[in-house]
């Protein structure tokens, strides 16, 4: 009869970050285990409160299912001697399934072993499983503590392992399994015991303990909307400060403080952040959106005292907003782009000069954005604005306080000082998108300098030979350049990325073959960044790299890679393919595109040249156009004039310059199919 399993690993406080990814590993290794050991279950679950990782096995079957095989061993010849007397090898073969050579038997002129095998208990197969089990796990940080070579993210305190009502008994670093529990840290007994599986959850919660994760932070979301409606507010919550919360706590109860109404004079971020990022609060708003002298936060307890608790969070963050009061003070004497004078001070990177010289790096790259994608004169003049004072405020002591402020704080001071407020919007947007799933720069002004910035960064980076390899990725360049990449297409920016380099390494002074070298560099950083984006869309693998050989445009290729799916999966283009193929291939023989129609030898080549050159023009607009649907539906009319024309012509002719001539048609065909795809690379359905 199935039983249910439950392991519970306790350990000090585990860093709230973390427990997501440690619950996920848990039950993923938990399946394979369990796949492995061919035992069947109904769910896995995994649960965890700070002190308690927890793995919860409904349905799990008693035993593992016997099992009976065939296990091949040698040939007959090889098994039996001439008087039918088993061999050493027809013995060894039995020895190693053991058997007696006797019960082997014989079949297809192969020794088969006949193997039976009992399958085990459930609770004898976790005696091991589990043990290996948290010795497996992962952790970004170890500890280790004590003499004990054992490492872990926090030093064990007990084990809880039950199969049903029985305990499944082993050690891991000193700490013997059992039925013993801890309660909560002041509410709860010091340790409690659990009878069986199935009452896990309801002896832990008279322990004052929530130990289901989502159910715990269904309460503490309904707790804090709560709390806000009765001090006539709306509580703004973030889902991953929410997250963070429901893993600080193990009970948690809701409350609301107050702060002084003189701190709503801050820009609201300078009050929001040390708030919500340094105290984990919950900012609480009005109806129409403006702050309110509230917050709220979760304590881990019950309501007994709230008062006391309340006025101690009432006093930590009076601290912090008394600091940013000060900092803003002192930051507003003087103007946004008085401050670029200190970020003379301030290295970028070794070698590479100081905030200054990128900002005025900056400057230069948003000109010629700005130029090649054919801003405004308007948008121009706020983008270079904003790429001068862009960096600014790094040297405020907001920022320096609350470095999660950069772009924010010179957003709001640049607003105060009387910039445009597309230039104050640009000055923030230029460090987005800051995370996977963060916004885009809504502004032109935005997107020229957050471009700009991130291709000066990748390219003063590689300069130094500091190119991402593996995991390693210090300066984020991977976000940057994916940013870069979701931001060209989901804003449709066609531009190329090369002229844009070339005048990055122009500021950094790179020459000879470091340039030829930068560009490749940059271009296959790009190219890695796109294919992930393909995958994300769905685009088939062999149509990534069907576009992927040229990357300049971004945004052209991405649309290459869309037309190329939708043609492919709307129609049948298996002849016109190997027709693009065909003469893809024979090109490659080709030195120069050069075509004289003297040379011409048959009526064949005469209309292959005719349906190129009605074709090029025709398929150059469209391209131009980004019209890559109908550039594919152009360059279709030449598959049956290439076929045609191997038919009734030898390319590699005997006659030089006749031979040189078909070559260069060939190339020219293929050079302007190439615009669209290289064809050769899509897999044609059989």
Not at 389 to 412: C, I
């Amino acid at each position: 009869m199935p039983k249910d399993l439950l392991l519970e690993i306790g350990t000090e406080e585990v860093p709230a970050h973390a427990m997501p990814g440690i619950l996920q590993e848990i039950k993923v290794n938990t399946e394979k285990a369990l796949k492995e050991l061919r035992l069947e279950y109904k769910e896995i679950r995994t649960l965890g409160t700070p002190r308690r990782m927890t793995l919860y096995v409904e349905g799990l079957s008693e035993r593992q299912p016997d099992i009976s095989s065939e296990r091949r061993g040698p040939s007959v010849q090889v098994a039996f001697d001439a008087d039918g007397n088993p061999t050493k090898a027809c013995e060894g073969f039995a020895r190693g399934q053991k058997l007696e050579a006797k019960d082997l038997v014989t079949k297809d002129g192969y020794v088969y072993a006949m193997v039976h095998e009992k399958g085990q208990e459930t609770a004898k197969l976790m005696e091991k499983m589990l043990p290996e089990l948290i010795c497996g796990l992962g952790f970004p940080n170890n500890m280790r503590w004590r003499d004990l070579e054992f490492k872990f993210i926090r030093p064990l305190r007990w084990i809880v392992a039950l199969y049903d009502d029985a305990v499944i008994s082993f050690e891991v670093a000193e700490v013997k399994s059992g039925r013993s529990s801890r309660g909560h840290r002041f509410l709860g007994d010091e340790s409690f015991e659990i009878a069986r599986a199935s009452e896990y959850e309801a002896a832990c919660e008279k322990q004052f303990i929530i130990v289901d994760p989502e159910r715990r932070q269904a309460m503490i979301k309904e707790q804090i909307e709560k709390v806000a409606i009765e001090n006539g507010g709306k509580v703004e919550i973030s889902a991953d400060l929410l997250e963070e919360v429901n893993y600080l706590v193990e009970y948690p109860t809701a409350l609301c403080g107050h702060f002084e109404e003189k701190y709503l004079e801050l820009p609201p971020e300078a009050v929001i952040t040390p708030m919500r990022d340094h105290q984990r609060y919950f900012p609480v708003k009005d109806k129409d959106g403006k702050l309110m002298p509230l917050f709220i936060t979760v304590r881990n307890g019950g309501s007994e005292y709230l008062e006391i608790v309340q006025h101690g969070n009432e006093r930590v963050l009076r601290a912090r907003l008394a600091d940013a009061q000060f900092f803003f003070d002192e930051d507003r004497k003087k103007s946004l782009e008085q401050h670029l004078e200190k970020t003379k001070t301030v290295v970028f990177q070794e070698g590479l000069g100081t905030i200054f010289d990128k900002s005025g790096r900056l400057v230069e790259l948003a000109e010629l954005i700005s130029d090649k994608i054919g801003a405004s004169a308007d948008d121009k003049k706020k983008a270079m604005r904003a790429a001068k004072l862009a960096k600014a405020d790094l040297v405020t002591g907001m920022v320096t306080e609350f470095t999660e402020l950069q772009g924010t704080m010179g957003r709001s001071y640049a607003l105060l000082d009387g910039e445009d407020e597309e230039v104050a919007q640009a000055i923030d947007e230029h460090y987005m998108p800051r995370f996977a799933g963060d916004a885009e720069p809504k502004t032109v002004a935005g997107r020229i300098v957050s471009l700009a910035d991130k291709i000066d960064n990748i390219v003063a980076t590689f300069s130094r030979g500091l190119i991402p390899t593996g995991s390693q990725d210090p300066f984020a360049l991977r976000r940057q350049a994916l940013g870069l990449v979701r931001m060209l297409i989901d804003e449709k920016i066609s531009v190329k990325l090369s002229d844009i380099v070339e005048k990055s390494m122009d500021q950094f002074k790179l020459e000879g073959d470091a340039r030829q070298k930068m560009q490749q560099d940059v271009a296959d950083f790009i190219r890695l960044r796109l294919k992930n984006v393909f995958e994300e869309e769905n685009i088939p693998y062999d149509v990534a790299d069907a576009v992927l050989s040229d990357t300049d445009d971004v945004y052209a290729v991405f649309c290459r890679a869309q037309a190329v799916s939708k043609e492919l999966s709307s129609q049948d283009l298996t002849t016109v393919i190997q027709a693009f193929v065909r003469a893809g291939n024979i090109a490659k023989k080709a030195d120069s595109t050069k075509i004289d129609e003297a040379f011409f030898e048959n009526d064949a080549e005469t209309a292959l040249y005719q349906a190129f050159t009605s074709a090029e023009g025709s398929v150059e607009s469209l391209i131009e156009g980004q019209d890559y649907v109908g550039a594919i539906d152009a360059l279709k009319d030449l598959a049956q004039p290439i076929d045609s024309f191997f038919d009734a012509v030898m390319v590699m002719a005997e006659d030089e310059k006749v031979r040189n001539n078909r070559l260069g048609l060939l190339k020219s065909i293929n050079d302007l199919i190439c615009k669209v795809a290289d064809f050769s690379k899509i897999v044609l359905k059989k």
